[in-house]
Nanobody, 129 residues
């Protein structure tokens, strides 16, 4: 079993930055490819970013390219999402998740929320205009 705990959310003005963290614990926690998703009120949960188990490969949603950066520190069992140039439309609950361990890390798997087997509880990000 793997436990994921997000932190770092909060209220920020448009144009500001936040850094989300996802602490991974449990068995083989550092061997998972990880993803970030978000869900705004009244909307479906959507893919934001993902990275492979060693951080060598990453995928981003088009709407965050150039603004968000996903990274990980396996020595600390932590995954990060650095969010810059935030916009009001980035307001959502942000979740980290662990990709199914037997799956290849591809665009198709990384962007599909149903391929993820463990999820955190989410952290609220609110961007004011």
């Amino acid at each position: 079993q793997v436990q994921l705990v997000e932190s770092g959310g909060g209220l920020v003005q448009a144009g500001g930055s936040l850094r989300l963290s996802c602490a991974v614990s449990g068995r083989t926690g550092t061997t998972y490819a990880m993803g970030w998703f978000r869900q705004a009120p009244g909307k479906e949960r959507e893919f934001v970013a993902a990275l492979s188990w060693n951080g060598a490969d990453t995928y981003y949603a088009d709407f965050v390219k150039g603004r968000f950066t996903v990274s990980r520190d396996n020595a600390k069992n932590t995954v990060f999402l650095q969010m810059n140039s935030l916009r009001p439309e980035d307001t959502a609950v942000y979740y980290c998740a662990a990709l199914g361990p037997t799956l290849p890390f591809t665009l198709a798997t990384a962007t599909n929320q149903y391929e993820y087997v463990f999820w955190g509880q989410g952290t609220q990000v609110t961007v004011s205009s």
